[in-house]
């Protein structure tokens, strides 16, 4: 491509014997041919990109297809289970469970501990919608039982009620394009995976930026029901219609849809 550019800039020019000496005009621009024009546009428009990319913070995946309605990418790795090690491989819960997989930084860093309790605290609600939780780092399985045994009130994490899995080789991290090249380590992305093995819901969230297990809960029972009970998720709120009375039990749900459809991207809704 270089070389017919080239070739093309040179062939544009009149060439020193065909142009008569006493005829010769001033010195001026000479247009470039439309095509090095375009090219040059194109490398200015590329460069441009390039420098832009280096500004975000990229997780890269193993191809260009979507996760979210595409099998899981499976895995087996050691993990920290009741203060043991154990083994853990995602298809095993096909045909059988729900699972909820989680991403986090780092062990024993600024990554505050409190969500990750809390999937713990509640993983009695994630039984009983037939639902394993799964946490994962970049960590070694040492690693993740020092955290485990410390305790909370130091920093710790206390027991945990599901297995937290290592990813020191950082193929789990990179296959569910969480990972960041450069830093090593895993954005803090959630995906709800369906007992066939396939991805129904994701969510990457920036370092600093937590997640609701509320909302984890919500969109979990929302998956293959339209009518979800969303008073069991939030039993502080209350829903008014156009006209500013309470809605009643049984009421045509296109009175206050709007207004639902609209509460489900709410990142929290105050208790009264």
Request: proline content about 6%.
């Amino acid at each position: 491509m270089a070389c017919s550019f080239a070739a093309a800039a040179v062939s544009s020019a009149p060439t020193a014997a065909a142009r008569p000496l006493a005829a010769s005009p001033a010195p001026h621009s000479v247009s470039l041919p439309r095509v090095a024009s375009r090219s040059l546009r194109f490398a200015a428009s590329a460069a441009r990109s390039a420098r832009a990319s280096r500004l975000v913070a990229r997780a890269g995946g193993i191809d260009d297809l979507p996760l979210v309605g595409n099998k899981a990418p499976d895995f087996e790795a050691e993990a920290v289970f009741d203060q043991e090690f154990v083994n853990v491989k995602l298809s095993d819960y096909i045909g059988k469970k729900y699972v909820i997989l989680f991403f986090y930084p780092l062990d024993f860093t600024f990554v505050c501990p409190t969500e990750i309790t809390a999937f713990s605290d509640r993983y009695e609600e994630f039984e009983k919608l037939n639902t394993e939780v799964l946490g994962v780092s970049i960590d070694s399985v040492f690693s993740h039982l020092a955290w485990v045994q410390t305790d909370r009130k130091s920093g710790g994490l206390g027991d945990l009620k599901y297995p937290l899995v290592s990813d020191v080789t950082k193929s789990i991290s990179k296959s569910f394009g969480v990972l960041i090249p450069d830093q090593g380590i895993a954005l803090r992305g959630l995906f709800i995976i369906d007992k066939e093995g396939v991805i129904q819901h994701s969510t990457i969230n920036n370092l600093a930026i937590g997640r609701s297990v509320d909302e984890t809960m919500r969109t979990l029972q929302f998956q293959g029901s339209q009518s979800v009970n969303w008073k069991n998720v939030y039993p502080n709120l209350s829903i008014f219609n156009v006209s500013g009375t309470a809605v009643r039990p049984g009421e045509p749900r296109r009175v206050f849809w709007h207004l639902y459809a609209a509460m489900q991207y709410l990142p929290f809704v105050p208790s009264a």
